[in-house]
């Protein structure tokens, strides 16, 4: 099956640093990327769609300018969380829509912690 | 706009137990529904996929149903296992390049 690969599982790092979190699709090409959020024991939340080659759109509430969506190709799509601060400690995941086969392959996902 | 609602929210069986996980939807105009289970600080592992046109799909000892026209879908786990503990979480896709969208989860603990 087809296979998102998700980097770094596990960030820890200082409040006001940024942190940039990818998300590849390993053997298919992907025009359209989604970022999640998790916070403990709450379920996934849809943050933002990122299209290759354009602007993502972004879920009610969530700041653009605070988490920077690039999907610069068809198998890479990166989320930086800018000037990072205790509240953003969440689980972060990102899946991918299989071309054509209206399904969702996800990452396995990023452990961000704020210090 | 699609929202997912899961019931129950937690629950603790006895090993060997059957049990059914329910999901349900507001709109029915959906391309497919997944389950998934999820271990406590993982990722996703995807346990079955019913497409719009399916009633159900079985992949072990789980079975997963679906009736699109009232907005609702069953995951059964038969003779669970102390294994099976962890949260379960129905999500249901739109047509296009639509998110999925999911349900709170249901927290299962299978005692042994």
């Known amino acids: 099956g087809a296979v998102v690969s998700q980097h770094p599982s596990r960030v820890i790092c200082k409040s006001g640093t940024s942190v940039k979190i990818e998300c590849r699709s390993l053997?298919?090409?992907?025009?359209?990327m989604f970022w999640y959020r998790q916070f403990p024991k709450q379920s996934l939340m849809l943050m933002a769609t990122?299209?290759?080659?354009?602007?993502?759109?972004?879920e009610q509430g969530v700041e653009k300018d605070k988490f920077l969506i690039n999907h610069a190709s068809l198998t890479l799509s990166t989320l930086t969380v800018t000037s990072a601060h205790p509240e953003d400690s969440s689980f972060y995941i990102c899946?991918?829509?299989?071309?054509?086969?209206?399904?969702?392959?996800f990452g396995a996902g990023t452990r961000l912690s704020v210090l | 706009k699609q929202e997912v609602t899961q019931i129950p929210a937690a629950l603790s069986v006895p090993e060997g137990e059957n049990l059914v996980l329910n999901c349900s939807f507001t709109?029915?105009?959906?391309?497919?529904l997944q389950w998934f289970r999820q271990d406590p600080g993982k990722g996703l592992t995807s346990l079955l996929l019913?497409?719009?046109?399916?009633r159900e799909q079985t992949s072990g000892r789980l079975n997963a149903s679906l009736d699109k026209s009232s907005g609702r879908s069953t995951l059964y786990i038969a003779a669970s296992q102390p294994g099976d503990s962890a949260t379960y979480l129905c999500?249901?896709?739109?047509?296009?390049?639509?998110?999925?969208?999911f349900g709170k989860g249901t927290r299962l603990s299978v005692i042994a």
């Open positions: 899946s991918a829509d299989g071309q054509g086969k209206n399904i969702q392959y």
């Open positions: 053997d298919f090409q992907a025009t359209t």
């Open positions: 990122s299209n290759e080659g354009s602007k993502a759109t972004y």
């Open positions: 709109d029915s105009a959906i391309y497919n």
């Open positions: 019913i497409q719009s046109s399916q």
């Open positions: 999500a249901v896709k739109g047509s296009g390049n639509t998110p999925l969208v």
